[in-house]
């Protein structure tokens, strides 16, 4: 019912920037949150960044400082900018969001995204 996307992924080297885009689409009528998660290879996914409806964001303590989500509630998208890279951020990145639907009833499923890998050289 509800397809992510992820783009923006690629190869820099430490101290670089990249912005990673989100775009949903399909049957839904709202999106509560929106995450962004990462997972290197033989680790576990981690929460890197979290933006309300409203606007409110959260970051993971590794990334703060470093990194922003941004969302645009008129396109269904959510973005993270990505400054300061080092090595240990490669991983891939997944997209998540809370989409709301209200037929039979209201209510919200978490959705995933793909992925899309980031490698950052030292």
């Known amino acids: 019912q509800v397809q992510l996307v992820e783009s923006g992924g690629g190869l820099v080297q430490a101290g670089e920037s990249l912005r990673l885009s989100c775009q949903a689409s399909?049957?839904?009528?709202?999106?509560?949150?929106m995450n962004w998660y990462r997972q290197a290879p033989g680790k576990q996914r981690d929460l890197v960044a979290t933006?309300?409806?409203?606007?409110?964001?959260d970051y993971g303590d590794s990334v703060k400082g470093r990194f922003t989500i941004s969302r645009d509630n008129g396109k269904n998208m959510v973005f993270l900018q990505m400054n300061s890279l080092e090595p240990e951020d490669t991983a891939v990145y997944y997209c998540?969001?809370?989409?709301?639907?209200?037929?039979?009833?209201?209510?919200?499923?978490?959705?995933w995204g793909q992925g899309t890998q980031v490698n950052v050289s030292s």
């Open positions: 399909g049957s839904f009528f709202s999106i509560n949150d």
């Open positions: 933006i309300t409806r409203g606007g409110s964001t």
């Open positions: 998540r969001v809370a989409a709301v639907t209200i037929s039979p009833s209201l209510k919200a499923t978490l959705y």
